[in-house]
């Protein structure tokens, strides 16, 4: 089956710098790359995803880009902010339907005032 | 996006009872439904995949007995965890996706105590 590795584990910045969080998958059959943020105590929020016919997508301060010969996607934001602080998941999925999404471990971002 | 609603939000219960937690799609049809517990500080673990009117696909080490899974129509699947008991208290999820998504859209989420 697949699995997804995700790299930071935390990740801590200052306001304004950049953080970068990344994924590697093992299916190369995987077609779909959604990230999402999940705050404390809440449900994971979709911010942005990928697919397999894409290399990079932008969304304001945050993208994603895939490498599907290296089999990773990376997520990046730009001018961090305080509420960007909480867990980003990375997911892999391959075809559609009944297909599961395999989640990464997550990433607890930290930005500091 | 579409809504999916999770209830309860939170619950105790005592040691020994059982307790239901129900996923609802709102506008659409979830075709798939999925079960998570989150443990805190960690990932979601995948517990079980359903599909409507089919038998759920459970995780290796997840007791398909312990937890039980409905997907009986395409707007509802109800988690049971029989027989609770403190280890059991977490935080449980769904997420619903139609036939049509890939994307995969989740509850609030259900605060379980197991006292």
């Known amino acids: 089956g697949e699995n997804v590795e995700q790299h930071p584990s935390t990740l801590s910045v200052q306001e304004g710098d950049s953080a970068v969080i990344k994924c590697t998958y093992s299916d190369s059959a995987s077609n779909y790359f959604p990230w999402y943020k999940q705050e404390l105590g809440k449900r994971p929020q979709l911010i942005i995803d990928i697919r397999s016919n894409v290399g990079e997508k932008k969304d304001q301060r945050i993208a994603v880009t895939l490498n599907k010969t290296a089999k990773h996607f990376s997520l990046h934001i730009t001018e961090t902010q305080p509420e960007d602080s909480a867990v980003y998941f990375c997911a892999a999925l391959a075809g559609s339907g009944y297909s599961t999404l395999t989640f990464g471990k997550g990433t607890m971002l930290l930005v500091s005032p | ?115």
């Not at chain 2, 999770?6 to 005592?14: E, L």
């Not at chain 2, 109800?78 to 609770?84: D, E, F, R």
């Not at chain 2, 449980?92 to 989740?106: D, H, L, P, Q, V």
């Open chain 2, 1 to 115: 996006g579409a809504v999916v609603s999770q209830h309860p939000s939170w619950v105790i219960c005592k040691s020994g009872t059982s307790v239901k937690i129900e996923c609802r799609s709102l506008d659409f049809q979830a075709t798939t439904m999925f079960w998570y517990r989150q443990f805190p500080k960690q990932s979601l673990m995948l517990m079980a995949t359903s599909n409507e009117g089919s038998k759920a696909t459970y995780e290796q080490g997840v007791e398909k007995d312990k937890f039980l899974i409905n997907h009986a129509s395409l707007t509802l699947s109800t988690l049971t965890v029989t027989s609770a008991h403190p280890e059991d208290s977490s935080f449980y999820i769904c997420s619903a996706r139609g036939i049509m998504n890939t994307e995969a859209f989740f509850g609030q989420g259900t605060r379980l105590t197991v006292v």
